[in-house]
């Protein structure tokens, strides 16, 4: 299995802060890599896919970058409901791993 | 508008059987990949596996194969994951999933959830 690796694993910040989640593969998975952002009683929503391609509807602020085994997830300017977990997952060969997740909260 | 709505929540003892379901609409089902997600009380998300509607063809997690079914309805657009012999550490939210993009487009749309709880 590719082991997906994220950091940090829960990270404290105030609304307006610019934020970066890093997310590693344990091998090469080209861009076959995705954000989610789930909050508390709700199923994930899919925020970047192809390492670096928004998901329509999602606000410009979330960006991602990075191919072959690192990759990160930024948020421009922290808005109040972007305090979530945000989970990566990679898609380049089955079982399509999930990382760890990184629980981001209001500083 | 695409949609997948899942069966209601189940309280059930260990060692019993369990199949909960997952029905898509709004688009043609057979075309697409649907996987299932486990997500156990305060923990992360883990990949259980994924059937194309298509053809039946279905991928294990190695973490639960032999432990899980998955299957598909075609005619119906559901899709299902069993279990024979329900654990206490089965107890989780169970997601369905699809990828309408394909694998590299993630999972775009994501059911409410099942809670499945096993107590004895």
């Known amino acids: 299995d590719i082991q997906m690796t994220q950091s940090p694993s829960s990270l404290s910040a105030s609304v307006g802060d610019r934020v970066t989640i890093t997310c590693r593969a344990s091998?090469?998975?080209?861009?076959?890599l995705i954000w989610y952002q789930q909050k508390p009683g709700k199923a994930p929503k899919l925020l970047i896919y192809g390492a670096s391609s928004l998901q329509s509807g999602v606000p410009s602020r979330f960006s991602g970058s990075g191919s072959g085994t690192d990759f990160t997830l930024t948020i421009s300017s922290l808005q109040p409901e972007d305090f979530a977990t945000y989970y990566c997952?990679?898609?380049?060969?089955?079982?399509?791993?999930f990382g760890q997740g990184t629980k981001l909260e209001i500083k | 508008e695409v949609q997948l709505v899942q069966s209601g929540a189940e309280v059930k003892k260990p060692g019993e059987s369990l199949k909960i379901s997952c029905k898509g609409s709004?688009?043609?089902?057979?075309?697409?990949?649907i996987g299932w997600v486990r997500q156990m009380p305060g923990k992360g998300l883990e990949w259980m596996g994924i059937?194309?509607?298509?053809?039946?063809?279905?991928r294990y997690s190695p973490s639960f194969q032999g432990q899980v079914t998955i299957s598909a309805d075609k005619s119906i657009s559901t899709a299902y994951l069993q279990w024979s012999s329900l654990k206490a550490s089965d107890t989780a939210m169970y997601y369905c999933?699809?990828?309408?993009?394909?694998?590299?487009?993630?999972?775009?749309?994501w059911g409410q959830g099942t809670l499945v709880t096993v107590s004895s």
């Open positions: 709004g688009y043609s089902f057979s075309s697409y990949w």
């Open positions: 091998q090469s998975i080209s861009s076959y």
């Open positions: 999933a699809t990828y309408t993009s394909g694998y590299a487009g993630g999972f775009d749309y």
């Open positions: 997952q990679q898609s380049y060969g089955t079982p399509h791993t």
């Open positions: 059937i194309y509607f298509g053809d039946s063809d279905t």
